[in-house]
Structure formats: structure tokens, C-alpha cells
């Protein structure tokens, strides 16, 4: 029953960047949720196509790999 929370982001985007810092503080708060933050550019081109990102950021949150929710944008 492990939460992820997958942040897809690239490394022009500037709210991603500002998101990622303050993701990594409030990870500290709450260890049992894993965060990864995961740079589009260093992906293949599939994968962005099968999770369907289109925007930066993008958050991502699943639970045993079944996604919950997905939250587009930073505003």
C-alpha cells in the first residue's frame, strides 16, 4: 500500500524546478510517501506517451501502481 508520487518536470521549466525544492522539504514530514521527480528530457519518448504528460509539471500519484490522481501545471 506504498504511495508514489511521481513529479514529471524538465529542466527548463521553472515551476518545476521551485516545486521540486519544496517537494524535497515536505518529503521530509512524511517518510512513508515515495517522491521521484523525473526529468522528461532523460526519458524515452514511450514512456512520456504511455503515463500521457503533456505539461510541466506534472504530478502523478499512485497507489501498488494504480494511478489516484494527476495534477497538471503548477497553478
Known amino acids: 500500500d506504498q ?7 524538465a529542466r ?6 521551485y516545486l521540486k525544492a519544496k517537494l524535497e522539504k515536505f518529503s521530509v514530514f512524511f517518510p512513508s510517501l515515495t ?5 522528461v528530457n532523460a526519458m524515452p519518448g514511450e514512456v512520456i506517451k504511455d503515463v500521457d504528460v503533456t505539461q ?12 489516484l490522481k494527476e495534477i497538471i501545471g503548477a497553478d
Open 3 to 9: 504511495l508514489v508520487v511521481a513529479v514529471w518536470s
Open 12 to 17: 527548463w521549466c521553472r515551476k518545476c524546478k
Open 35 to 39: 517522491f521521484s521527480v523525473l526529468d
Open 56 to 67: 510541466m509539471p506534472t504530478i502523478q500519484i499512485y497507489r501498488n501502481r494504480e494511478m
